[in-house]
């Protein structure tokens, strides 16, 4: 596990910015925010799964660039990109235990969360168990955390700031 403060150029990350609050950035409804059952509502660019989804993919994929630049990891292949933006409100109590997921169970993959504004809005890891925490990271702009994607995790909430923005790259490594 690996947290990287100022993870892009300043004139990139100023870029991402930008972008995502531009007018013209496509956000999308979707229903729950890892799973059907959770029903939190929560709005979605979905960038790469498999294929580009989205013009914006270019716009974003040079990350990857300097994700393997700060890294040990060289890419394999992109699972998936998408970013993630979840408005101010309170939590139901069972929240957190819906929301609990992995990106993927497989073993060589590699989570990347790039958090596009300083909010609250915890992102926990936990251990094996979805219970014990293993780490707390506050949203912080520019900020990337980089886990293993069979890592049980989830993201709270923001209750204090207005939106919760991260953009989420899963990647396969060599």
Request: charged share 25%; aromatic share 12%; proline share 5%.
């Given at each position: ?139 912080k702009r520019n ?24 953009i989420n790259f ?5």
């Amino acid at each position: 596990m690996q947290i990287i403060d100022n993870f892009l150029p300043q004139d990139f990350a100023d870029q991402v910015l930008k972008e995502l609050n531009s007018a013209d950035f496509p956000w999308y409804l979707n229903q729950y925010t890892s799973y059907k059952r959770d029903n939190e509502p929560q709005l979605v660019h979905n960038f790469y799964n498999g294929q580009p989804q989205s013009a914006w993919f270019l716009h974003i994929s040079p990350v990857l660039e300097v994700f393997e630049s700060k890294t040990e990891y060289k890419i394999n292949s992109i699972g998936r990109i998408k970013a993630n933006l979840l408005t101010n409100r309170v939590a139901p109590k069972d929240y957190i235990e819906k929301t609990i997921h992995q990106d993927t169970d497989k073993d060589n993959y590699i989570s990347l969360l790039y958090y596009v504004d300083d909010a609250d809005g915890d992102t926990i890891l936990y251990q094996g168990d979805k219970v014990t925490e293993a780490m707390r990271i506050t949203p912080k702009r520019n900020r990337a955390v980089i886990f293993k994607s069979n890592i049980w995790h989830t993201g709270l909430l923001p209750v204090e700031a207005s939106i919760r923005r991260v953009i989420n790259f899963i990647v396969e490594v060599k």
